[in-house]
């Protein structure tokens, strides 16, 4: 079946170490996305990218790190800089027009303690 | 720049009742889609409908409907017939440009959470 997996669905971390997410599409999408959402709150672009060794940086990129070196995936590294890193992570994909949808994955829960 | 503002932070409605969740954005590119997403509580997005800028009729998805007025900057959702499982946090959501030369990001409203009662 197609579809984004991201993994694992729930990390702790001590503070001060870097953590990678992963995130693994194989629905032959261009687009890929990582946003953060904190609890009762919308989501936040952290990277963007429209294709393969390219991505632009989001709303909220400080902290974060990003590669995008195939196109079915899409890491995402949260730095020991990134001052609240506690929250759940999701990344989507899409097909590189406008007029499609973000197809996301089940997200990540990261508890930095 | 680009922005999408939900004003309702939660609402109340009775089962079997039609419920309209409020959406206006911003942007300044004449090509762009808006979307609809629910999030129930185990955090998983789900799609519930698309419009695009050029589409001249509003989107319609069973029981989804978005009322799209454009010069007004709105997008908003209409749920008919609500059920108990409609119960979730709902996200309007943009996306400016079109085509592979275009750098698009999506971006997401603060959403509102709706709440069923039976």
């Known amino acids: 079946d197609g579809g984004i997996t991201q993994s694992p669905k729930y990390l702790f971390r001590k503070e001060g170490q870097n953590v990678t997410l992963s995130c693994e599409q194989n629905?032959?999408?261009?687009?890929m996305y990582w946003y953060r959402q904190d609890p009762g709150q919308g989501l936040r672009l952290i990277y963007y990218?429209?294709?393969?060794?390219?991505?632009q940086k989001g709303d909220i990129a400080e902290g974060y790190s990003v590669s995008r070196e195939k196109k079915e995936s899409f890491p995402l590294t949260v730095t020991s800089a990134q001052k609240n890193p506690t929250a759940f992570y999701l990344c989507?994909?899409?097909?590189?027009?406008?007029?499609?949808?973000?197809?996301f994955g089940q997200g990540t829960r990261l508890t930095v303690v | 720049a680009q922005k999408i503002t939900q004003t309702q932070p939660g609402m109340f409605v009775q089962e079997k009742e039609a419920v309209t969740l409020d959406c206006t954005y911003d942007t300044s590119d004449q090509s762009y889609g808006l979307f609809w997403y629910k999030q129930p509580s185990s955090g998983e997005m789900i799609f519930l409908i698309y419009?695009?800028?050029?589409?001249?009729q509003n989107a319609t998805e069973g029981r989804y409907s978005l009322n799209f007025q454009k010069a007004r900057k709105s997008a908003n959702l209409v749920i008919s017939a609500s059920q108990l499982g409609d119960s979730a946090m709902y996200f309007c959501a943009m996306r400016e440009g079109r085509g592979y030369s275009s750098a698009s990001k999506i971006i997401f409203g603060s959403g509102t959470r709706l709440s069923i009662r039976p």
């Open positions: 419009q695009g800028s050029y589409d001249e």
């Open positions: 989507a994909s899409s097909t590189a027009g406008g007029n499609t949808e973000a197809f």
């Open positions: 990218s429209q294709i393969v060794n390219d991505f």
């Open positions: 629905l032959n999408h261009d687009a």
